[in-house]
């Protein structure tokens, strides 16, 4: 079969900053795809971004840099998906007695990690957000079937007044993300008031999760080629919560 956008076509290769630097003299790496959902933004590509995935998705990169690379670019997510939340004016005296007019964030937020992987963005969220609550939802997927099976779900009693930061490194054919997004409108959450935050998606998972929860956005980090007879993202970096946790 010819490549094609479904099954994998490769992604742009561009060359990498710095931007002082003449096109000639960038080193040339593989970027994001773009996509045509509205609902998704993607991190910018900059050399530190493509530094800090190339390190993750090395298959030789051991288990406690895998962590450390990992959270710097779980919190360059929760940094932008900051930016997707409401605010309202705030004015605000500053030591020398002039006023300064600014904003503060409107509404309160939750985090929800799908576990296991999700459970790693945790601490990126608890850095910039210090004492935010966080739910619980274990969903697996099923090993030969690639369904997700909902086990367990455990979330603040208010969710419904919340907005939602919704975290799981991988999307994959979106079955997880899709069935975690079902749990969370289950319990009053609107579509929109979620924000799905990603390291790595598929274009197959991006187009499933646009076409059931449009309204969700997605904040992430890179759309990778496609997924494999497995649908494990290619080239992606294999199982995220084993490199994670127990590898
Ligand atoms: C992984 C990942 C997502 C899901 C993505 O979890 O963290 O939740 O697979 O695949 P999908 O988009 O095809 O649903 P997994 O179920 O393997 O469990 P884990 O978090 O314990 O590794
Ligand atoms: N889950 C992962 O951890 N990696 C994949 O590539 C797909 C699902």
């Known amino acids: 079969m010819a490549p094609n956008e479904s099954n994998g076509c490769p992604s742009p290769a561009i060359g990498v900053g710095p931007s002082y630097r003449p096109e000639a003299e960038k ?3 593989t970027v994001s795809r773009k996509v045509d959902q509205s609902n998704v933004h993607i991190l910018p590509q900059t050399p530190q971004l493509i530094a800090l995935l190339t390190m993750i ?5 051991q288990r406690a840099d895998f962590i450390f690379y990992s959270n710097r670019i779980i919190r360059l997510l929760v940094e932008e998906g900051l930016n997707h939340l409401p605010v309202v004016p705030h004015t605000v005296t500053s030591p ?10 409107e509404g309160k937020i939750c ?9 790693s963005m945790e601490q990126g ?63 009053g959450v609107p579509e929109d008031r979620i ?26 980090a890179f ?16 199982d995220f919560g084993d490199r994670f946790y127990t590898l």
């Open 27 to 29: 080193p040339t790496a």
């Open 57 to 61: 998705r090395d298959k030789d990169t």
């Open 96 to 105: 020398v007695g002039k006023d300064y007019t600014g904003v503060k964030f």
């Open 111 to 119: 985090g929800v990690s799908i576990m296991r992987a999700g459970e």
């Open 125 to 187: 969220l608890r850095e910039c957000c210090r004492s935010v609550r966080i739910g619980k939802i274990l969903i697996q997927r099923n090993e030969e079937t690639s369904l997700p099976k909902l086990f367990y779900e455990k979330l603040p009693a208010d969710i419904k007044d919340r907005w939602v930061l919704l975290l799981d490194p991988m999307l994959a054919t979106g079955g997880s993300a899709i069935m975690a997004v079902e749990v969370l409108k289950n319990k």
């Open 195 to 220: 924000l799905f935050l990603n390291l790595i998606a598929s274009p197959e998972g991006i187009k499933n999760f646009a076409e059931k929860v449009p309204k969700v956005r997605v904040i992430t």
């Open 223 to 238: 759309v990778d080629q496609g997924l494999d007879d497995k649908n494990y993202i290619v080239p992606g970096l294999g």
